[in-house]
């Protein structure tokens, strides 16, 4: 049995350091690294104004594994994904951590219960961990983009109000706004200067997060652009609605608190009350791990619990 679990801990060290190693030279903070990320970036969105020429010639210099995922069916969006997220890592970083902390996940199980059916359900788990890792920073940035993204349109407003151009309120946006917002709107503001129209610019963004308020920003800019209009009295109708709606948004998860805690505890209190017992009394539970009938009734217990998860979640999940 050590044989393996040697092969997996050879493995996951040996994916470990080419992970850390294609992400640090993939997050590097040279001006020409920055450049070429945002090129890929771009060249991979299909975003507006780069000719099919060029956008070939960016995706030529990617590297060979990246153009390998980018063509599976199950990690072609995952650049993009990793971009919504904020995380500057490459598709092929991520995935080699992912096997990485599988295998881990794999030989601690191997090595605790000496099992092969617990060893790929916990290598699945952990892969599952990874993606549910990249769920979150995705649903955090886009959380942070809507907090922050009416104060943007307020200040357009105001720059609009006092005399500048629409132009010189967007860099005003990415120098005094706080991440993402700030970044998002100042690489708007650099393709402006580059030659791409105002409008193409900020509807690229629709691309980098997956924001409502943002599809609604880039069409009124748009619009105005073709036929004009007093857009700083928009921006501010829109700057308000959004406050509200973040304002009930708060209000419900206030009153379905009680909802999401009776979830955390059904979910949390099997797990605790096995690791209890397996401490207490670790005969109690053997019958669980070494019958077969055991094993079906864990697995049928867990399914059961994702199952009572589900519909509570859906209880309280409140579209506003």
Do not use: W
Not at 181 to 203: M, N, P, T, W
Not at 266 to 281: D, M, T
Not at 283 to 309: F, K, R
């Amino acid at each position: 049995m050590l044989y393996p679990i040697a092969a997996f801990i050879f493995l996951t060290v040996f994916c470990v350091l080419v992970a850390i190693y294609l992400g640090v030279t993939g997050v590097q903070s040279s001006p020409k690294s920055e450049l070429k990320r945002r090129l890929r970036n771009m060249a991979r969105q299909e975003t507006q104004g780069i000719p099919a020429e060029l956008r070939s010639e960016i995706t030529r210099e990617t590297a060979p594994a990246d153009r390998i995922l980018s063509r599976l069916p199950f990690t072609r969006n995952l650049d993009r994904k990793l971009d919504h997220a904020g995380l500057q890592l490459t598709a092929s970083a991520f995935v080699l951590s992912s096997a990485a902390l599988a295998l881990a996940g794999a030989a601690v199980a191997a090595y605790l219960t000496h099992s092969a059916l617990f060893s790929l359900l916990a290598a699945l788990a952990s892969a599952v961990l990874a993606l549910g890792f990249l769920r979150f920073k995705t649903m955090q940035r886009t959380e942070k983009f809507t907090e922050l993204f009416p104060d943007a349109l307020t200040m357009i407003a105001r720059s609009l109000r006092a005399g500048h151009s629409f132009n010189t309120a967007v860099q005003l946006v990415g120098q005094e706004i706080a991440n993402p917002v700030g970044e998002l709107f100042k690489v708007a503001y650099d393709q402006q200067q580059l030659g791409l129209r105002i409008s193409d610019s900020l509807g690229n963004l629709n691309e980098r997060v997956d924001s409502l308020d943002l599809r609604f920003f880039t069409t009124v800019v748009s619009i105005h652009t073709d036929i004009g209009g007093n857009l700083s009295e928009i921006l501010d109708k829109l700057a308000v609605t959004i406050r509200e709606r973040l304002r009930i948004r708060r209000q419900v998860q206030v009153y379905t608190a009680q909802g999401r805690m009776s979830g955390y505890v059904l979910g949390a209190l099997p797990i605790i009350a096995y690791l209890c017992f397996n401490v207490l009394n670790p005969s109690y539970e053997s019958a669980l791990i070494e019958d077969p009938m055991g094993i079906s009734i864990l697995l049928v217990a867990a399914g059961m619990q994702l199952l009572g998860l589900l519909v509570i979640r859906n209880i309280i999940k409140i579209q506003i």
